[in-house]
Nanobody, 124 residues
Framework: QVQLVESGGGLAQAGGSLRLSCAAS????????VGWFRQALGKEREFVGV????????YYADSVKGRFTISRDNAKNAVYLQMNSLKPEDTAVYYC?????????????????WGQGTQVTVSS
C-alpha cells in the first residue's frame, strides 16, 4: 500500500505561482508513475500531468502545458507540481495518484493509489 498526501494548496492571484507536493509513505514511489489530476466544483476530474518512474519526459494536458512542471525526488519519496502563471480556471481540488505501470497514463482508471486532494483557488 502507498499512502499519498498532497500539500501546498491555497489561494493565489492570477499570474501567481504555487507548488504542490505529493508525499508518499508505506512504500517507495520510485517504482511508480505519478500523475496529477484536478476537479473543479461541478466538473469531472481531469488529467493535469504525469511523470514516469524515471522522471523522464513528463507529459501535460494542453491546458497547463508551458505553465506547470512536474518533478520528482525519489530520495525524498515525493513528487511536485510547480504551477506558474495561474489562471482562475485552474481553481480546483488537486490530487496526486500513483500507478504501477511502465510508462505513463492519462486515465484516472490507470492509477492505483490516490491522495485526499488539496484545494487551489486562483482569484482574478
Amino acid at each position: 500500500q502507498v499512502q499519498l498526501v498532497e500539500s501546498g494548496g491555497g489561494l493565489a492571484q492570477a499570474g501567481g505561482s504555487l507548488r504542490l507536493s505529493c508525499a508518499a509513505s508505506g512504500r517507495t514511489l520510485r517504482n511508480y508513475a505519478v500523475g496529477w489530476f484536478r476537479q473543479a466544483l461541478g466538473k469531472e476530474r481531469e488529467f493535469v500531468g504525469v511523470i514516469s518512474w524515471s522522471g523522464a519526459s513528463p507529459y501535460y494536458a494542453d491546458s497547463v502545458k508551458g505553465r506547470f512542471t512536474i518533478s520528482r525526488d525519489n530520495a525524498k519519496n515525493a513528487v511536485y507540481l510547480q504551477m506558474n502563471s495561474l489562471k482562475p480556471e485552474d481553481t480546483a481540488v488537486y490530487y496526486c495518484a500513483a500507478a504501477t505501470i511502465v510508462g505513463v497514463t492519462t486515465l484516472s482508471s490507470g492509477y492505483d493509489y490516490w491522495g485526499q486532494g488539496t484545494q487551489v483557488t486562483v482569484s482574478s
